[in-house]
């Protein structure tokens, strides 16, 4: 099971508005990734969980907050976002951080629309 | 400057055509790998090449790693309507590093 998945698949937020993106593998994978992708641009780096502790940050704005329950699981709680926040939230996961190797697998992300 | 640079940036091609995308960097990558990703959905890992020189076919699609780990390229044999999609190239640059960088993307029409 290569599967990685993350609901909701769409979501419209007022500017607000406290939501949260969830995501869920099962592949024994014990590092978790976030990236924001805007349209036809490659996906850009969030944060990445490494066996459940945040390992990168990759300077993103306070109003996006990460947690890592278990080892399965990856959330991003948002609040107070802007419009410029719209964009495709992808989940990603791999095997651990190794170096000079990361085969990452994507879920089929979150649409979010921030009105 | 663009660490990986992927050409061409668009291209599109009718069914039965074969096409080559490009991955090029002055850095040398310890891994590299191809996804595929259609419009709203997630990247698709497509495969990942480790070794200088290595060669990996899958199905009408070949992968190969430039013999200094500095290039990639995909050739895609007799293109499907099916093929259609934005093509991504990712690797790790070093081998202390672990972060995966991205080219920006070929986006891939087929026409029928």
């Known amino acids: 099971d290569t599967e990685v998945t993350q609901t909701p698949k769409h979501l419209v937020m007022g500017m607000t508005n406290k939501k949260s993106l969830k995501c869920e593998q099962h592949m024994g994978h014990r590092a978790m990734y976030w990236y924001k992708q805007k349209a036809k641009k490659p996906p850009e780096l969030m944060f990445v969980y490494s066996y459940e502790k945040l390992s990168i940050n990759e300077s993103v704005p306070s109003r996006f907050s990460p947690e890592c329950p278990n080892s399965s699981l990856l959330n991003l709680h948002l609040h107070a976002l802007q419009p410029e926040d719209s964009a495709l939230y992808l989940c990603?996961?791999?095997?651990?951080?190794?170096?000079?190797?990361?085969?990452?697998?994507f879920g089929p992300g979150t649409r979010l629309t921030v009105l | 400057t663009q660490l990986l640079e992927q050409s061409p940036q668009f291209l599109s091609i009718q069914e039965g055509e074969n096409l080559t995308v490009y991955c090029n960097s002055s850095s040398v990558f310890s891994s590299l790998q191809w996804y595929r990703q259609e419009p709203g959905e997630g990247p698709v890992l497509l495969v990942t090449v480790v070794t200088g020189g290595e060669v990996k076919k899958l199905k009408r699609l070949t992968f190969q790693f430039g013999d200094a780990r500095k290039d990639s390229s995909l050739h895609i044999t007799a293109a499907q309507p099916g093929d259609t999609g934005l093509y991504l190239c990712a690797g790790v640059e070093g081998g202390s590093n672990y972060k995966l960088t991205f080219g920006k993307g070929t986006l891939l029409t087929v026409n029928p």
């Open positions: 990603a996961s791999s095997a651990r951080l190794a170096p000079g190797y990361n085969e990452q697998f």
